[in-house]
């Protein structure tokens, strides 16, 4: 394989041990080569950030993701407290801010509502897209290109079911494609989640889009 991209995952769960597909997605793709898995609640329980070593991680990758549940949504605290302190001015933005410049940026996201609850009609309201536009404008603001995100809705639906399997699949292959840059970047783009990009490119038919 010729020149990989390097994926950096940081991932933010607080309470892995009680977790039914995070912990299962983070082992799918655990030792996948030009992979580095970052669990920062296991780096940094007492939330105290080395924002240097943080940094050096971000240049050393081409491909940004951030793996988490999607808690009130947005993303458990550690992640912003992450943002915060490592998404330096002069570092990630600014005049001389160009250090994330030209990567590539992907939320994955696990939820508790299905699909239909993330609608004008729905419970939340609001689509998952809509819901995310803070870490578009985030990836946007640093030079990012924002990918389509990667989400899993109705996980206790699907645990109980036993459906989990074929998303956790679908995640590896994502990640595998992503770093051997075999997506057609401009394609994926048309798709509001990368999950429904990758079903159309392995023929599975993608589900009808609701009312947004």
Same mark, same amino acid.
């Given at each position: 394989m010729v020149n990989p991209n390097r994926i950096l995952v940081l991932f933010a769960h607080p309470a892995l041990e009680k977790s039914r597909v995070n912990r299962q997605l983070v082992k799918a793709i655990r030792g996948i080569d030009a992979v580095t898995i970052h669990d920062l609640y296991e780096h940094y329980p007492n939330f105290h950030i080395n924002v240097k070593a943080e940094q050096e991680l971000l240049l050393a990758h081409d491909i940004i993701v951030f793996q988490h549940p999607f808690y009130w949504y947005s993303s458990p605290a550690i992640l912003k407290e992450w943002q915060d302190l490592v998404l330096e001015y002069g570092f990630a933005y600014g005049h001389h801010g160009?250090?994330? !410049?030209?990567?590539?940026? =992907?939320?994955a996201i696990t939820t508790g509502g299905s699909?239909?609850?993330?609608?004008? $009609?729905?419970? *939340?309201?609001?689509?998952?897209?809509?819901?995310?536009?803070?870490?578009?404008?985030?990836a946007r603001l640093c030079g990012m290109q924002y990918l389509p995100p990667f989400v899993i809705y109705d996980t206790p639906h699907l645990y109980e079911t036993q459906q989990v399997g074929?998303?956790?699949?679908?995640? !590896?292959?994502?990640?595998? =494609?992503?770093?051997?840059?075999?997506?057609?970047?401009?394609?994926?783009?048309?798709? $509001?989640?990368? *999950?429904?990009?990758?079903?159309?490119?392995?023929?599975?038919?993608?589900?009808?889009?609701?009312?947004?």
């Amino acid at each position: 394989m010729v020149n990989p991209n390097r994926i950096l995952v940081l991932f933010a769960h607080p309470a892995l041990e009680k977790s039914r597909v995070n912990r299962q997605l983070v082992k799918a793709i655990r030792g996948i080569d030009a992979v580095t898995i970052h669990d920062l609640y296991e780096h940094y329980p007492n939330f105290h950030i080395n924002v240097k070593a943080e940094q050096e991680l971000l240049l050393a990758h081409d491909i940004i993701v951030f793996q988490h549940p999607f808690y009130w949504y947005s993303s458990p605290a550690i992640l912003k407290e992450w943002q915060d302190l490592v998404l330096e001015y002069g570092f990630a933005y600014g005049h001389h801010g160009t250090a994330l !410049r030209g990567k590539k940026f =992907l939320s994955a996201i696990t939820t508790g509502g299905s699909e239909q609850a993330y609608c004008r $009609k729905g419970h *939340n309201h609001f689509s998952i897209r809509e819901l995310l536009t803070p870490f578009e404008q985030t990836a946007r603001l640093c030079g990012m290109q924002y990918l389509p995100p990667f989400v899993i809705y109705d996980t206790p639906h699907l645990y109980e079911t036993q459906q989990v399997g074929k998303y956790i699949e679908s995640y !590896r292959t994502a990640i595998a =494609l992503l770093r051997d840059n075999l997506i057609d970047w401009d394609h994926l783009q048309s798709h $509001k989640h990368l *999950n429904y990009y990758l079903d159309q490119v392995t023929n599975t038919p993608e589900p009808p889009l609701h009312v947004q």
